[in-house]
């Protein structure tokens, strides 16, 4: 039971932290880059007035237009459930694995795409095309990030890993584990819309990818999609830290080893959202043509990272 | 019991065939076909639903039934299986095709096209039960000649008589191929029993069981339309009626599937690694290579006929890498791919067949396959929009429904490969894992132009403006369709183990039990990885119900205005302004330009006085069709100039004919004696 509450917990916990995250991110990029900055928490502020605010629909859209804000947000604090952010293994660990995780947030993707075409303009379409490219040519990588984490802990499911690499502790220093890393980084940068990938910070037509799709978009519908664009953030920054680096997960469900765990991941989603902050200020935005370079190195690590924990095996 | 529902199954499909066939026009004549077909259909899912749950087989010595001595047919698991996909298409078939071919009323021969969908189904549901070679190939040519004759109902059109000329002549091409197969291994009797077959299996030759794979390959390959032999299936399929399309890319290509388990696996019972690794190999290419052709089609039929090849190479990726497994003694993992394979069969053709229906009430309401003509039909034609929403998210393997299922079982299949000894040979799963994903989210951006270009936004001609829902009985063959596709991706843990029973009772599968469940979780052997579609779905339907109630109780501005869409301070918005279905997968062209090598002609016309006011564009590109070019071209000079080589012997004498007649008896008489 207490297993159970946990994994609300978590979940509530995440979509807490998650527009912190964004503005911690914002606001460490501002201060790089000597201004001043918004706050860390203006995105709880952006989501309250978006909450506020009364909905404006093209008159083109239909109902997979009002729909699509639900089905993202929805799927992606169901994934919020699967991921281990404090505590391993949960109960819901066996209702979803790495590979359930990966095809419900490409659920919402779909969706989201979907949507980007719904209105009718060229900006969306824009958007879903990109979006949908960069999605496809992420995949392999992904699943082979997951192949070779599955064949070092023997599962697929993120508890286990998570547990395996805690009992070994010496798995984190080898190549493969190394390799996959830095594969799922890359990916982390493309899924999530940042540079060099896509500028999050741009309604710029030549370069957006994310905020084209979502154009049309206002009031809560808004709210909602931004919010799940944090949440989804979170999560691959979890899934980075706690896959690859699973120190100060809590193992026992005992108020110290949680409280810990909570410190843990706290730290870790900070020092992350610094890393990204720092490679923001000094990486240019990449060609739209040349994503898939990057995505293709990211393959090639990916498949190094397996191909090395075959033969370590 | 099941003897009953054989009679009734088999009399069924003959009387909508002599039906159609006397009554031929009206809604008479169109009615005794899908009656015919619905009741042997409805039958035929029963007889496989029942033979499947009661682990029962039928076996029937038809000299009884049927004037022609030496048919044999048994019904075990692997065909129980494939009569129920049979019996489930069929019904959606036969319901959405009594109204589907009004529309062919006075214009096409409605007699043959009734009567023709009864014989395809009847051949193909004889031909899973087959118990012997001759049984199985008169089926086969029967389903084929069925299949062509439906290809060709709007044979007007040249671009169908092109299309069914390349079907037939690869049909045969595969056709040869497998008569040769047989004799090989039934040593000459076309009468021999499966069972013998099996027994023989064992005593023969390395080279002769390589040979019996390879032909068995070729010839189910051409059926299955595995790269580089599918070049006949975009273009059959899309110019077919659209429910035959549905039955085509539901189930007849399935046949190859069909054929090629049962040869290899069940008469052969597997063979070396390398056999297994060339039916991986061919899956991941026609999976890879089908899927990119298909993001270029902006003909509706025609991408979802790519797909079929993309969907064919995904169910041979788990075969094949079962079929490796196997070879190395693997055979809990084997089994799993094996399992992974046939899951996938029957999901595809649920979505695929689903999908076709789908293109088909699009094509009825707005008489055009071309995608840059739809759009905005999700408002005219609701209940397709949603159909079609269901079985493009199915076919990308979207959870929870049915394609995530199975590809899900086929990546924990592959994920195994670290169990293989030699690492040469397990390196070919990580390459095989990333292609497949490659494939599952191109398939994913695919669908996203189709349904999006189609159903989304403004219609983008006068024909779309005034699209109309399709009638009743067409909507009841989609919903069923959708409805198993929902089914079937929430409860793996009830189609699993029996396909784990299925798989077990394949020769060369001993002793496998079917542990690949626990509850309502899917578990993969030793627990490797653990996932239940049925909860996911649950926890993301409850989230969506719950989340607009927590809105509700925190007062969120729930206002809603409807208004223009934004487009920079423009005035009025027009579809032309709209993304199309080309610029939609331009990017993807760009990024795999190596493969499409496109052709660009862009021609435009600027106004004389100034080069600034442009008058017209004109842009037209066009991919290079690589097997066409380099393959199939070759071949068919060779045979152009092998036939005028032959035509020299057509002097069109009598005399010089009796001559040949003489000479050939002659030979016969000589080979009959040795």
Request: glycine content about 10%; hydrophobic content about 55%; some cysteine.
């Amino acid at each position: 039971m207490t297993g159970y509450l946990l994994e609300i917990g978590q979940a509530l916990l995440a979509l807490l932290l998650a527009p912190g995250l964004t503005g911690l991110i914002r606001w460490f990029k501002a201060r790089l880059q000597g201004r001043r900055g918004a706050p860390p928490w203006q995105p709880y502020r952006d989501l309250r007035k978006l909450f506020g605010k009364e909905v404006i629909v093209s008159k083109n859209a239909s109902w997979l237009f009002r729909f699509a804000p639900y089905v993202i947000f929805s799927t992606t604090v169901a994934v919020t459930m699967l991921v281990p952010m404090i505590a391993a293994p949960l109960p819901f660990d066996a209702i979803g694995d790495l590979l359930a995780v990966v095809y419900l947030l490409l659920l919402g993707t779909f969706f989201l795409a979907l949507a980007g075409l719904d209105p009718g303009t060229a900006f969306g379409g824009m958007g879903a095309s990109r979006e949908m490219t960069v999605a496809a040519i992420a995949e392999p990588t992904i699943a082979l990030a997951i192949f070779g984490l599955a064949v070092g802990a023997g599962s697929t499911n993120l508890g286990r890993i998570v547990e395996q690499t805690l009992a070994h502790p010496g798995a984190v220093i080898n190549p493969g584990h190394l390799l996959g890393f830095a594969a799922l980084f890359i990916v982390m940068i493309a899924e999530t819309g940042r540079m060099p990938v896509d500028n999050p910070s741009t309604h710029l037509e030549l370069t957006m990818i994310h905020e084209a799709m979502i154009l049309e978009y206002s009031g809560r519908y808004l709210a909602l999609i931004e919010w799940a664009a944090s949440l989804k953030l979170l999560i691959f920054f979890a899934l980075l830290s706690n896959l690859f680096l699973p120190w100060g997960v809590a193992t026992t469900l005992s108020p110290g080893a949680l409280g810990v765990a909570l410190i843990a991941l706290t730290a870790k989603l900070a020092a992350l959202a610094i890393t990204v902050a720092v490679l923001e200020t000094r990486i240019a935005k990449l060609r739209l043509f040349r994503v898939p370079e990057l995505l293709g190195v990211s393959f090639v690590l990916a498949l190094l990272s397996v191909t090395s924990s075959f033969l370590l095996k | 019991m099941m003897a009953l529902l054989f009679i009734v199954m088999v009399s069924a499909y003959a009387a909508g065939a002599f039906g159609a066939l006397l009554i031929g026009r009206g809604a008479a004549g169109r009615g005794a076909a899908a009656i015919g077909a619905a009741v042997g259909s409805g039958a035929a899912l029963a007889l496989g639903c029942t033979a499947v749950a009661s682990g029962q087989t039928l076996a029937l010595t038809t000299t009884r039934i049927l004037p022609t001595a030496g048919c044999m047919v048994r019904l075990d698991g692997l065909g129980a299986f494939f009569l129920i996909i049979i019996g489930l298409l069929g019904l959606a078939v036969a319901s959405y095709g009594f109204s589907y071919s009004a529309t062919y009323e006075g214009r096409y021969s409605l007699r043959m096209l009734g009567a023709m969908l009864n014989v395809a189904l009847l051949s193909l549901s004889i031909q899973v039960i087959a118990d012997n070679a001759l049984t199985f190939l008169i089926a086969w040519e029967a389903m084929s000649l069925s299949a062509y004759w439906m290809v060709l109902t709007e044979h007007d059109e040249p671009d169908t008589v092109r299309a069914a000329v390349w079907y037939i002549a690869m049909t045969h091409a595969g056709f040869a191929a497998l008569i040769g197969m047989f004799l090989l291994m039934s040593g000459g009797d076309p009468t021999a029993s499966f069972a013998g077959m099996r027994a023989n299996a064992a005593t023969l030759s390395a080279t002769g069981r390589n040979a019996i794979f390879l032909l068995a390959l070729f010839g189910f390959g051409t059926k299955a339309g595995i790269i580089p032999l599918h070049v006949w299936l975009p273009m059959a399929h899309p110019v077919a009626p659209s429910h035959v399309s549905a039955l085509l890319s539901g189930v007849v290509i399935k046949m190859g599937v069909y054929g090629l388990v049962r040869v290899v696996l069940d008469l052969l019972g597997g063979g070396p690694t390398w056999w297994g690794g060339i039916v991986l190999g061919a899956g991941a290419v026609s999976a890879l290579l089908g899927v990119l052709y298909a993001l270029m089609e902006h003909d509706l039929k025609k991408l979802l006929a790519y797909h079929s090849v993309e969907n064919i190479g995904i169910i041979l990726i788990g075969l094949g890498a079962g079929m490796v497994f196997q070879s190395y003694g693997l055979t809990t993992l084997a089994a799993l791919g094996f399992i992974g394979g046939l899951y996938h069969t029957i999901n595809h053709a649920a979505f695929k067949a689903l999908l076709f229906l789908g293109a088909g009430s699009v094509l009825h309401a707005t008489r055009t396959r071309n995608m840059e003509e739809m759009g905005g039909l999700i408002k005219r034609m609701p209940v397709t929009a949603l159909c079609f929403l269901i079985g493009a998210a199915a076919i990308s393997a979207l959870p929870p429904l049915n394609g995530f299922a199975s590809e899900w079982i086929v990546f924990q299949s592959l994920l195994g490969g670290y169990n293989i000894p030699k690492p040469e040979v397990a390196v070919m799963m990580p390459i095989a894992v990333g292609m497949l994903a490659l494939t599952s989210g191109l398939a994913a951006a695919c669908f996203v132009k189709a349904f999006g270009v189609t159903f989304l936004a403004m219609p983008r001609s006068h024909e779309a403006e005034n699209a109309h829902e399709a009638p009743f009985l067409m909507r009841a063959g989609m919903v069923l369709l959708a409805v198993a596709c929902v089914a079937l991706g929430l409860a793996p843990f009830v189609v699993v183990p029996a396909l784990g029973r299925i798989v077990a009772e394949l020769s060369g599968m001993p002793g496998i039990q079917a542990q690949f469940t626990l509850g309502l979780s899917l578990s993969s052997a030793n627990g490797f990885g653990r996932m239940s579609p049925m909860l996911i779905g649950a926890g993301v339907l409850l989230l969506l119900a719950f989340v607009p109630l927590v809105m509700l109780a925190l007062r969120v501005n729930w206002k809603r205005r409807t208004g223009e869409s934004w487009g920079c301070g423009r005035i009025g918005q027009t579809p032309r302004m709209e993304y199309t279905a080309t610029a939609f997968a331009e990017p993807l062209r760009r990024v795999f330009a190596e493969l499409y090598r496109p052709t660009r002609e862009l021609t435009i016309d600027f106004h004389p006085e100034s080069k600034y006011f442009v008058q017209s564009i004109e842009y037209r590109s066009e991919i290079t069709p690589w097997f066409e070019k380099y393959v199939y071209a070759p071949c068919i000079w060779f045979v152009r100039l092998l036939a005028a080589v032959m035509r020299r012997m057509q002097s069109g004498s009598l005399p010089l004919y009796l001559v040949y007649v003489v000479f050939a008896l002659l030979l016969l008489l000589l080979s009959a004696r040795c």
